[in-house]
Each structure stands twice: as C-alpha cells, then as structure tokens.
C-alpha cells in the first residue's frame, strides 16, 4: 500500500495547471507516503458548498473554463487538448461528511483516444486548495513529514581533463 502511495505521490509530479503556477505538492509530503495519506484523507471544516465553491475558483484562476455541473458537489473542467495530441480535463467530487465538513477530490483524466484513457489522483491539486482554504492544516502536515534532502546544484567545479598515453 506504501508503495502503492508513493508511486501515485511521483507521478503526480507531472505539469498540472497548479505546476505552471507554481503550486505544487511540498516535496518533503511528496516524499513521504503517511503525509500524502493525511493530505488524501484531510477533513475539511468547511461546508461542502463552500468547498465545491473554492475548487472551482481555484481552477479558474489557473483559466480553465468550469462549466455548471448537475451535481452542486462536483466541479469538472471543460476538456483542453494536451501535448500528447489528446484532451485532459479535471474533476473535483467534494463528499459531504456533515453540513460543515467534508472531503476533496482531484482527478485529472486523460483521453488520447483509441482507448488510451487514464485516470488519477492529482495531488498537486490538492495540495493547491488544502494550502488556499486551510493552510494551518497544510503546515500541519507538511511540518510532519520528514525532511527531504534539497537537490543539489549542477557542479560548478571542472570537469577532470583526459591525457593522452
């Protein structure tokens, strides 16, 4: 199940529209396989309303077109061509668990046709929206999770220069 967590945490690392803005998920929670669990489970105390609301402005900040939906709950984006040559769109479901708390989710689908579909878990995205609505719960879990290494810089040092025999 770890693992399971884990790989969906890397491949969420892939441009979103959150990416392009510069919201992206803490590496130090991306990292870490029970901080991207709580994120995935955060109870929101918010109405679901408000909620579904705050995704929604989220989204379109970012200049995606969000349609009305049949379901007050669920947030879906207009389908957008991708660089692959397919489309892409993005479907939030807020799941009322009382009339001031609920939980989020955010998929991004793909459809490059010809049966070539995919679905999942966009955790930048949640990210985006836990550090816009409740960011003292963001700080919470990303001051839990493990300290990530930073990357280092390309070396500035020069390279060793071959001899000749």
């Known amino acids: 199940m770890r693992a399971l967590v884990l790989a969906l945490a890397l491949l969420a690392g892939s441009p979103t529209p959150a990416a392009k803005k510069g919201v992206t998920l803490d590496p130090a929670v991306a990292a870490d ?8 489970a955060h109870l929101y ?9 705050a995704a929604r402005a989220m989204l ?3 200049g995606l077109t969000v349609p009305d939906h049949e379901d007050p709950l669920t947030v879906a984006t207009d389908w957008q061509p991708d660089k692959k040559g397919g489309r892409t769109r993005y479907v939030v479901r807020v799941v009322a668990m009382s009339a001031a708390a609920a939980r989020v989710q955010f998929v991004r689908e793909r459809d490059g046709g010809a049966d070539e ?11 985006a929206l836990l550090t816009r609505v409740e960011p003292d719960a963001a700080e919470e879990i990303r001051s839990g999770a493990p300290a990530v290494a ?5 070396s500035a040092a020069p390279k060793p220069s071959k001899k000749a025999p």
């Open 45 to 53: 105390h918010s109405s679901p309303m408000d909620l579904a609301a």
């Open 33 to 40: 396989p029970d901080s991207v669990a709580k994120l995935q």
């Open 117 to 127: 579909t995919d679905k999942r878990d966009d955790l930048d995205a949640e990210w």
């Open 150 to 154: 930073p990357v280092p810089a390309a």
């Open 60 to 62: 379109e900040s970012k």
